[in-house]
């Protein structure tokens, strides 16, 4: 197993869903782990699950659209593992979709990403210690699925960000990947999934079957840990090979 032992890593967007358990997992790996979002009740709960497994987790509140906000949880001592994870949907046809749900979209899923990095980034390179900056895609930034145009460009920004970043950095020993998790089954999509066109779905990905969080466990290890040292600049996609399924 992947050992973190006195790495310190933050998380956000870890109020719920991949959030939440990408800070067990750390957690579980040895890490000292800060869970951020803006829901203060969530990120209890989320600290009260690490603590249960034994790990040890921090909440502190952060709304990555806030530049103040990302300053106050980011300009502390460094992190040595960032997993960018902080996110939101929001569907519909792009001939509909009101500017303020676009702004919305990039303003969080992309721009925020930068925000965090960006703020880490400068502790890291401050300390001279290096990291691992993950930012959290989807196979959707990088084949389009219909009604997510918001979406899709932001998370397709996420990945030319991380291999930009990537570059820029690698001389400070941070490296900067992207994880482009497929459909992932959790809590909030589980009904959406369980009904004709969630199965009709399923039936075009080749493995025939959703993804489970925990099927990102080992590619966010990679990621965050010394077992990836030599990897910056990459987008892994854990899609169960819908990527590469027949047009």
Same mark, same amino acid.
Request: glycine share 10%.
């Given at each position: 197993?992947? !050992? ?21 997992? =750390? *957690? ?5 782990? +800060? ?5 203060? !009740? ?13 790990? +040890? ?28 994870? *902080? ?7 792009? =001939? ?10 990039? !303003?969080? !899923? ?31 930034? =990088? $084949? ?8 899709? *460009? ?6 030319? =960000? ?10 400070? *020993?941070? $490296? ?72």
């Amino acid at each position: 197993m992947t !050992d973190l032992t006195g790495r310190r890593a933050l998380v956000t967007g870890a109020s719920s869903g991949l959030g939440r358990h990408f800070a067990q997992v =750390l *957690a579980a790996a040895g890490a000292e782990v +800060t869970v951020a979002a803006r829901r203060a !009740d969530a990120l209890a709960e989320t600290v009260a699950l690490v603590a249960a497994q034994g790990g +040890t987790a921090m909440p502190v509140a952060l709304d990555v659209t806030d530049t103040a906000s990302v300053a106050a949880a980011c300009g502390g001592a460094a992190y040595d593992i960032v997993i960018n994870n *902080a996110g939101i949907a929001l569907d519909g046809p792009a =001939l509909k979709m009101p500017e303020e749900d676009w702004s919305r979209v990039i !303003d969080t !899923d992309l721009s925020g990403v930068f925000r965090v990095a960006q703020a880490t980034a400068a502790r890291m390179v401050a300390e001279k210690r290096g990291g691992s900056i993950v930012n959290v895609a989807s196979i959707v930034g =990088l $084949r389009v699925a219909g009604n997510l145009s918001a979406y899709a *460009a932001a998370k397709a920004g996420v990945v030319q =960000l991380s291999k930009a970043l990537a570059l820029e950095w690698a001389r400070h *020993a941070i $490296r900067v990947n992207a994880l482009c998790p497929g459909y992932i089954e959790t809590p909030l999509n589980s009904a959406f999934f369980a009904g004709e066109a969630g199965q009709a779905l399923i039936r075009r990905i080749p493995q025939r079957r959703l993804g489970q969080m925990a099927d990102l466990d080992g590619p966010l290890l990679l990621l965050a840990s010394d077992a990836g040292a030599y990897m910056t600049g990459t987008a892994i996609a854990v899609d169960g090979g819908h990527l590469v399924s027949s047009l």
